[in-house]
Every structure is written in C-alpha cells, then in structure tokens.
C-alpha cells in the first residue's frame, strides 16, 4: 500500500505523517467491518438477555453456536459485554481512515498509539480465539470477521510505521515490508483457519 508522507521539520517525532488512499481505505473497510459484528453481537445480546431462549440467527451447528459464546464469561472479560468495547474502538479506526481520505496527517506519538491500540485488539482477538476454540468449543461467526478485521489492520498499521520510521528496524525489513506485508495478515490469518480446522476435524469431515 502506497504512503505520502509530509515532514513538518527536522525532528523525527515532530513528523506528521500522511497515508495513501489504499491504506486509508484499509482502516475504513477493517474497522466498519468490525464495527458491523460489534453491532450485531449486541444486538444479539440484548435480545438474549430480553429472552433467554434466543438463538442468534448465527447459530448454525454444535461448533458454529454463536449463542454459546454469548452466554458464556468470557463474553464480558470487562465487566460488560466484549462487543461494546468494539463499537468504540472499530468506530475510532472508521474514523482515522476517513481523516487520512481527507488529507489529515498525524504526529508519530498518534500512529504509535494506533499501532498500541491494534496490538492490544489483536491480543485481545487471539485471546478469545484460544478460550472460544478450547474452553467454550464453539464458534461465532461475527467473532470471526472481527478477529480477520482487526489482524490485517494490526500488520498494515505495523508496516506502515515500520516503512515510515515511526518503528525503528533494519532496512532489510522495510524492504521486505514495502513489497510483502499482505504475507503477514495472511499466515497469520492462514494459521487460524488450520486451528479451526483441525480443533473440529471430525465434525468438518463428518
């Protein structure tokens, strides 16, 4: 993805960076993505908690069960449910990208902050991976779209900080950077499907 830069003056953390419209759409289509499973898990919730025998219309199957992931305590780590955190955090990315669309450009302290905020989103994801995957054996499909959303804009935001100076790195690794990020998100991505795959082998093949 392509990256216009403005420098304001000499000082690295004085920079105030732009970003090409690919990437700024990236942030756009990620973040409305998980901000369209956010809305329709609380949704969802609060249309179980109105009527304990709801079933989400993403509740396929024994693995693909969205209403088990609901119920369960991993749903609100936080003290309330997991989806409201994601209305404000998806829609903060939205509104990032349509900035950068419009020209904005941001200090080096903001993209670290955003590449903060994706790390902990995308820890936070691979966390509910493991307990929905070994703990609650079930699915939800929602879930799944934010977990893909969330790694490919916690790569591109890395990359794009690497490429930019913001991460310092070898040169080696901006090179590698600046032609194969998508390999990232995609290994990444790639690996969670494997687990799925053979967490549920019998079942898939049944």
Known sequence: MTTKAAVDDASPDSRALGAGRAFAWMLVVT?????????????DKIKLLEDPTFV????????????SIMKSEQASVF??????????????VVAIGVGLLAGARYRRWYWLGLNAGTLFGVGF????????LYEINALCLWCCL????????FWYVTSFNVRNGAL????????????????????????????ILTRWWDFWIG
């Not at 003290?79 to 903060?92: Q, R």
């Not at 290994?187 to 687990?195: K, P």
Request: a neutral charge; aromatic letters at 10%.
């Open 125 to 132: 994801c691979t966390w509910l991976m493991v307990q929905s």
């Open 31 to 43: 973040g409305a993505a998980g901000l369209l499973a956010a809305w329709i898990i609380t949704l």
């Open 146 to 153: 934010a977990w893909v959303a969330t790694i490919v804009m």
């Open 56 to 67: 989400p219309g993403c509740s396929f199957n024994p693995i693909v069960a969205c209403n």
């Open 79 to 92: 003290g309330f449910p997991n989806p409201m955190l994601g209305l404000v955090t998806y829609g903060m």
């Open 168 to 195: 310092p790195a070898p040169a080696g690794l901006r090179r590698f950077l600046d032609e194969f990020t998508w390999v990232l998100p995609t290994l990444h991505i790639g690996i969670i499907g494997m687990l």
